[in-house]
């Protein structure tokens, strides 16, 4: 009796659930964020569907304002594996300059991210789209499906959302009703680690602690990626050791102070942190339920 | 989330190396709000350090605000949901929660407990190992003890653990405990739950959860978090016989040809011989390909993709098996049904049906019996509704491989999908198949549908007419069928005098006996296409379900759909028969177009527009259509 890990048995279930949607479906996409789920996604992919390589292009809606790091990343990355990738910006937002600075988080987000990805979608027909999304990052997505059905309009519906017994899923749809399909639903935030570290999975070295030019605002550590970025009369940009927990948009994205520049070291630290990865995230900080709300308005 | 272990600030590679060969433990909480589930769960979290102190400092504030506890956290705010329930103080639907120990990675299904949730618990126990059912140590076996049992039982659950809780309240008695114990063992017993283990808690105190209660030296089992990671569940998966349903067939280039799916049952090893089910069709295998490389032999639980020393056929939904131990073939089954849709189930409806990796058109008949879940008793019933549950007998339109749900999850369990709507309207478990699937499979050859038509000289089919009440359905149907008759097609015309009268006799006109008369007019055209005939019907058929119930019990090409169009007012206003009359002054009840709806056909096969076309032009535009289908072919001579 050959006992599976916890790990191996996760990777069989995405495997699973990635290759029971691609073959149910007429356009597949994968929503490549460039994060460390993101990673792990496409790597799951590779798995799925070796010796042939995943049988769906990569999209990157893109907000300009990740990390330049990211940028790099993405496309060194991508070209490596020989892969499509996708990138979608706002043309609206792109036209009148929409920035977490003058207009808010949330209207960035909204307008970039949850606009772009509609329009990204429907732009291309795509009909299923692989997200990074986990179950245990968020109250309210512990209830959410793996496979999850969107209307025309993208939008979250409780009444669409089908029970899901065994591993037998419902991929059937309505014409222009498309999917969400969630590979990851079942790991865990260090889960994800542990399989990076065991798979060596290449991820954006903004994940390992460096040297970096910083400033303290409200309380967050923020870094000065660019020019952009304007600063209040008293914030001087200093180098300081940090690293990120989860990576966005870099004026909306905490770095945590740490000397961890090893997988092993970044694993230890998470076991003994104290606070949730999402702390980090300016988003979840508007309101109480507030994921809720974006995921009903067609958000991840 | 500061796992106990001081081997992560020692040696972080170390502990590394350890959790990688954790286990997974997936399990399902049964119980009420009442009985301090979310309170358990809540525990389990804390007391396995899953909890962060930015949830930690927001739980304290919560629990001032609106828990239950007074100065004290409130554990089940850990787990609430969705704002809506959140505020209702009741859970809704399945949830699952993760947390980890040194040995095991535990995924939970959160399912709530009342009866109408049969659907949810269902839901969370497929896919669980194990079971931990709650009970209030101060009311004992309740009714809703033996609900939850007799589900996790029907589900295949064999390991159960009954939580004890709330032994704060009864002076920890020992005695109070025992004869719990020993009502639910008699409960358990006659459901066929042997594996179960009773634990006296507190979850409120955390006594028993990982910690040892002082209060209860008199119980010497292990405390609940002791069992979840002792709890064996390696299941017999890898003990039986070689399974796995190709999702997908691997052709990136000319050369290579891989069979992908998981693993759900036993083990594969290269060289191995393997049948594709139902074909029958025997290979070797030759590969066992992974990204990691290849494998000399896979098992239960893993995802791979195979590639075959020949060349057979092989495609998704065939089960590749162990050729000396195959999964059986049929397209009739026994099964228990749970139905999970608002909308109840209609016998003889066609719907579909999905296993493993095959969706299937399927037809389900009234249950034979339905079971009362707190009672296990049998009562009669002549469908299934929300939340009910029965065995009834399944029909597909061709075999499945399968094995009886108790001996392969994987292989048994099976979903139901609504053709029209796409939602999964229920679920099931294949206890076995039919002895007349096997019969009906074999006998079916002699004389059969092709043998009929051809004697007939020409193809069978469907000419299905609908529309409103005065569409003017009758008469073009009356004279498409004397033209075809001229023809010397075999025809028969089914309508409301001939069939109402005879067959329908006992229908009123209710909405169900409504839809049973059309669900009869269905099944006896396909009884007179399988004899070789062309069949004209001619009824409202207000409805799209029961049109494509129709359509789907004969082959896609033998279905011709024929939208009568009058708007109501023409309609109304012919008024032939005085109906509409009769319905204005309420004297009709659901009389269609008036108080009950017509769905128009989505897609008909042909459209007729009654105000700008004669019923001869309307009856010449079927018949051309038809010529144009290719169903009048060497009826007529051909072009000189």
Same mark, same amino acid.
């Given at each position: 009796m050959t006992t599976l890990t916890h790990l191996q048995r996760l990777e069989a279930d995405s495997i699973r659930i990635f290759r029971e949607a691609v073959a149910e479906s007429e356009h597949p996409v994968m929503l490549y964020s460039v994060g460390k789920d993101s990673a792990v996604m496409l790597h799951l992919a590779r798995k799925a569907f070796f010796p042939a390589k995943p049988p769906f292009p990569l999209l990157h809606v893109d =907000? =300009?304002?990740?990390f330049r790091e990211m940028y790099k990343f993405r496309d060194r990355h991508v070209a490596d594996l020989g892969l499509e990738l996708l990138v979608h910006r706002n043309p609206e937002a792109e036209r009148l300059g929409i920035n977490p600075f003058d207009h808010g988080s949330s209207a960035h987000t909204d307008i970039w991210k949850t606009e772009g990805l509609k329009q990204a979608l429907d732009l291309h027909g795509f009909d299923a789209a692989f997200g990074g999304a986990r179950r245990d990052e968020e109250k309210s997505r512990a209830k959410e499906r793996v496979f999850s059905i969107r209307s025309r309009e993208h939008r979250w519906d409780p009444k669409l959302q089908r029970p899901e017994l065994w591993? /037998? $899923?419902? /991929?059937r749809r309505n014409p222009g009703e498309s999917m969400r399909v969630f590979p990851l639903s079942n790991w865990t935030e260090l889960d994800v680690w542990q399989y990076i570290h065991l798979e060596s999975i290449p991820i954006v070295p903004l994940y390992f602690a460096d040297k970096r030019p910083v400033v303290e605002r409200d309380g967050v550590l923020i870094m000065v990626d660019d020019e952009r970025m304007p600063l209040r009369p008293d914030e001087r940009p200093e180098l300081r050791s940090v690293r990120f927990r989860t990576l966005g948009c870099y004026p909306l994205t905490g770095a945590v102070e740490s000397l961890a520049d090893t997988l092993p070291a970044i694993i230890q630290e998470m076991l003994l942190a104290t606070t949730s990865e999402r702390q980090g995230r300016a988003i979840d900080h508007d309101s109480s339920g507030s994921m809720e709300k974006k995921k009903q308005e067609g958000y991840f | 989330m500061a796992h106990t272990s001081d081997l992560i600030a020692e040696d972080i590679d170390a502990y590394l190396l350890a959790h990688q060969h954790k286990s997974l433990l997936r399990f399902l909480t049964c119980g009420s709000v009442d009985d301090g589930k979310s309170t358990l769960i809540g525990r389990l979290l804390y007391e396995s350090k899953m909890v962060f102190e930015d949830h930690l400092a927001a739980l304290e504030v919560d629990s001032k605000k609106v828990g239950t506890q007074g100065d004290e956290l409130d554990f089940a705010l850990l787990v609430d949901g969705l704002g809506a329930e959140r505020e209702q103080g009741i859970t809704i639907d399945v949830a699952y929660r993760f947390f980890s120990t040194e040995t095991r990675k535990f995924i939970v299904a959160d399912t709530p407990?009342?009866?109408? $949730?049969t659907r949810n618990m269902v839901t969370g126990a497929s896919t669980a190992d194990a079971a931990v059912i709650l009970v209030d140590a101060r009311y004992g076996v309740l009714t809703q003890t033996r609900r939850h049992s007799y589900l996790v039982s029907l589900l295949g659950i064999g390991k159960v653990a009954v939580a004890v809780n709330k032994l704060d309240l009864v002076d920890y008695s020992q005695d109070v405990f025992d004869r719990i114990e020993e009502q639910y063992r008699d409960v358990a017993a006659g459901i066929g739950l042997s594996d179960v283990t009773c634990i006296p808690m507190s979850a409120l105190r955390g006594e028993n959860i990982t910690a040892r209660s002082g209060h209860m030296p008199w119980y010497s089992g292990p405390t609940l978090m002791d069992y979840l990671e002792g709890v064996e569940v390696d299941d017999d998966r890898q003990a039986g016989p070689f399974r796995m349903p190709v999702q997908w067939v691997s052709r990136p280039d000319l050369d290579f040809r891989g069979f992908a799916g998981p693993i759900v049952g036993g083990t594969v090893r290269v060289g191995d011989r393997v049948r594709v089910v139902p074909a029958g069709t025997t290979s070797t295998v030759a590969r066992i390909v992974t990204l990691d490389g290849d494998l000399d032999a896979a098992v239960a639980g893993q995802s791979v993709t195979l590639t075959l020393a020949d060349e057979i056929d092989c495609s998704r939904g065939d089960v590749l098996c162990a050729a000396d131990e195959p999964a059986a073939a049929a397209d009739q089954f026994r099964a228990h049904v749970v139905w999970m849709a608002e909308e109840e189930l209609r016998p003889g409806r066609a719907y579909l049906v999905k296993v493993g990796a095959r969706t299937v058109g399927a037809s389900l008949s009234g249950p034979e019996f339905r079971i009362d879940v707190n009672t296990f008793e049998q009562a009669p019933g002549t469908t299934l509704r929300l939340n009910e549950i029965g065995v009834c007998d399944l029909r597909l339109d061709r075999a499945i491989a399968f094995d009886p749900y108790d001996d392969n999850r994987d292989m048994g369990g099976f979903i139901v999908l609504d053709r029209l709507t796409n939602a999964t309207v229920a679920a099931g478990m294949l206890r076995a198949p039919l002895r007349r699937s096997h019969n009906v499979h074999w006998q079916a050859v002699e004389v059969d549908k092709r043998a009929h038509a051809a004697l007939k000289g020409h193809r069978p089919y469907v000419v299905w007419f609908t529309g409103l009440s005065g569409a003017g359905k009758s008469t073009i149907a009356d004279l498409v069928e004397q033209q075809l008759h001229a023809l010397g097609v075999h025809t028969y015309l089914l309508d409301g005098d001939n069939v109402r009268h005879g067959l329908n006799s006992d229908l009123g006109f209710g909405n169900s006996d409504r839809h049973e008369n059309i669900r009869r007019v269905g099944e006896v055209s396909r009884l007179m296409v399988d004899a070789g005939l062309v069949v004209l019907t001619s009824f409202i058929s207000p409805f799209r379900a029961e049109r494509a119930t129709a359509r789907a019990l004969v082959e896609p090409d033998e279905f011709v759909e024929v939208f009568v169009d009058a708007p109501l007012e023409v309609a109304e206003s012919r008024d032939t028969k005085g109906l509409y009359a009769k319905a204005r002054r309420g004297e009709l009840p659901d009389f269609t177009g008036i108080d009950s709806p017509y769905e128009p056909p989505e897609h008909p096969e042909l459209r007729i527009d009654t105000t700008a076309s004669t019923p001869e032009q309307a009856a010449k535009a079927v018949v051309d259509l038809l010529r144009r289908r290719g169903l009048l072919d060497g009826l007529e001579p051909g072009p000189a």
């Open positions: =907000t =300009t304002w990740k591993s /037998v $899923y419902n /991929v | 407990g009342h009866e109408q $949730y």
